[in-house]
């Protein structure tokens, strides 16, 4: 394998260091908007100079640096903060009184930069912002990931996404966001916020809702490095710990969800022999830290139960060792801890696969029409359950309907396989003919 190229260098860097130098940029601007031309203006300066003069010794340092000295040149040309530029200025000082040419020591200042990145998230997921707003500028400040990334992941064009990730950003300056970690109620309700987007950008990713591939590994990827450094930040959490651990068990099949041609695999059908058992051994193990601060008395709630239920699922060798019952009875818990259509569907297939269908269809049954009309979710799900109970016209009917709900091109492929396969099995076997 090659070496990596200077230009592959600024990339792997700027993926790894984005979150951090933005996250510092704002501490010392109180403007995210500016912290991330700032930020964008080194990624450039790096991208011109590196080819030419080599990489640097510390390339985090280098971007940090420059963006900092862009900073200083900023308030200068602008005449104005006469006192923010002093302030900048001394922090191209270290703790070590360095002259303003040396790389500052980042590894000494670990626990600020934590801070500082924690602040971001926080900062990203305020609730002035749309849960889809705080999605995206959540990828876009604190995954790195560029507007046209995350423009390719959620379907939309380019000058879409970035107008959207532009109003974000001025509605935060509008309402005056602080760049501070909010404390007491405010704090509980934007970690929950927080949380919700790493949800909402993995479950993206894993099944997409709509386009012609079934996932986008670039998304799970993305949403559990995020959980993986909260956990880190908020470890007293143990919903944030349950977070970690249901993404790492769920992306654990990742590999086993699509054939060699890319279609849906469904999940009492994969190859469990494909699952990556790091990603399980590293999810019950986030598991376990959230289980040993309910012990405590630390509350729970919904990402901790998911991942218990995601849990039983990766300690089955086999679809037939599932533990239904068990799974039915989270469940049931869930339902109550955080009610909702989507929680109910998925009971459905518990009860269905723990007692029989026709619990499952109960289940379903008790959901409000209304309450996910044009989503495939409710009929594909009904179509699994009246095949189970044999009624193949039906099923086929219900997942055709789904079929027709759905804008994802490889899903719409599964369930309208899944509606012939009913068809022909209703029909019965076919008379021969003189």
């Known amino acids: 394998m090659s070496d990596p190229t200077p230009a592959d260098t600024v990339t792997t860097t700027w993926r790894r260091e984005a979150a951090v130098l933005v996250a510092a940029l704002t501490r010392m601007t109180r403007d995210v908007g500016l912290a991330e031309d700032l930020a964008q203006d080194a990624l450039v300066a790096a991208l011109e100079q590196w080819p030419a003069v080599g990489v640097p010794d510390n390339p985090g340092a280098w971007l940090m640096t420059t963006a900092k000295r862009r900073a200083v040149d900023h308030f200068r040309r602008a005449d104005t903060l006469r006192r923010k530029t002093e302030q900048l200025g001394h ?57 046209g990334e995350i423009a390719r992941a959620f379907l939309v064009s380019e000058t879409t996404m970035g107008q959207r990730i532009s109003r974000a950003k001025r509605t935060l300056g509008e309402v005056r966001a602080e760049f501070e970690l909010p404390t007491g109620d405010e704090r509980a309700a934007r970690l929950d916020d927080v949380m919700a987007v790493v949800y909402l950008i993995f479950n993206e990713g894993y099944a997409a809702t709509a386009g012609d591939d079934w996932m986008r590994p670039e998304l799970t990827t993305e949403a559990i490095r995020l959980a993986r450094m909260l956990s880190t930040m908020v470890p007293d959490e143990p919903e944030v710990h349950g977070l970690q651990a249901l993404l790492e068990i769920q992306a654990s099949r990742s590999e086993a969800r699509t054939d060699a041609e890319g279609r849906p695999v469904l999940l009492e059908d994969q190859d469990r022999s494909l699952w990556d058992e790091l990603l399980i051994r590293r999810g019950l193990a986030a598991l376990e830290r959230a289980e040993l601060l309910a012990a405590r008395g630390r509350p729970v709630g919904r990402y901790y139960l998911q991942a218990a239920i995601a849990s039983r699922h990766a300690r089955a060798r086999t679809a037939e060792e599932t533990d239904w019952k068990s799974i039915s009875s989270l469940y049931d818990v869930l339902a109550e801890v955080a009610p909702g259509p989507v929680v109910e569907v998925n009971r459905a297939v518990a009860h269905g696969r723990a007692f029989d269908a026709g619990a499952g269809l109960a289940v379903l049954d008790a959901i ?67």
Do not use: W, Y
């Open 91 to 147: 922090a191209l000082l270290d703790e070590h009184g360095r002259e303003e040419g040396t790389m500052p020591d980042l590894d000494a200042q670990v626990d600020h930069i934590e801070d500082d990145v924690l602040r971001l998230i926080f900062l990203c997921c305020h609730p002035a912002l749309t849960p889809d707003s705080r999605a995206a500028l959540t990828l876009r400040m604190v995954g790195g990931l560029t507007t």
């Open 368 to 434: 409000a029409p209304d309450a996910l009309s044009g989503s495939p979710l409710v009929p594909s799900v009904r179509g699994d359950l009246l095949a189970r109970l044999g009624h193949h016209e039906d099923a086929a009917a219900a997942f055709r309907e789904a079929a027709a709900c759905s804008d994802n091109q490889r899903e719409r492929e599964l369930l309208t396989r899944r509606a012939e396969e009913n068809e022909q099995k209703s029909a019965g076997p076919m008379s021969s003919t003189t």
